[in-house]
């Protein structure tokens, strides 16, 4: 286990997935943490903005914290991205419980 390291707001918590198409003129990350079996999980969302399309694609990954200890490392969806926010955190919050899950899974 590591240290769990404050995500800094400023900055995007992973590499841009290659599903992201390039040419986003800013970057908007955020996180969401909730408790889930005793354990944080910290849900990373990050938007990219397009100027020219007037849309937002969303990445999304999730972590797994228990008493300040990474017990699973940032996991992203390297499959697809989000239109909205709100799928993207959806998305996000079921790919970490099942982190969980797969901790308490012999």
């Known amino acids: 286990m590591t240290k769990a390291v404050?995500?800094?707001?400023e900055q995007p918590y992973f590499d841009t997935p290659a599903?992201?198409?390039a040419g986003s003129d800013?970057?908007?990350p955020h996180?969401?943490?909730l408790v889930y079996k005793?354990?944080?999980?910290i849900?990373?969302?990050?938007?990219y903005e397009y100027e020219t399309f007037g849309e937002t694609l969303?990445?999304?990954g999730a972590e797994v914290v228990r008493e300040r200890e990474i017990v699973v490392p940032v996991e992203v969806d390297q499959t697809r991205h989000y239109r909205g926010y709100d799928?993207?955190?959806?998305?996000?919050t079921e790919m970490g419980k099942a982190l969980v899950d797969a901790l308490e899974t012999p």
């Open 19 to 21: 599903h992201i198409p």
């Open 58 to 60: 969303w990445a999304v």
């Open 26 to 28: 800013h970057q908007i």
């Open 38 to 41: 005793d354990h944080d999980v």
């Open 87 to 92: 799928e993207a955190l959806a998305r996000g």
């Open 6 to 9: 404050k995500p800094d707001a």
């Open 31 to 33: 996180s969401h943490r």
């Open 43 to 47: 849900v990373h969302l990050t938007g």
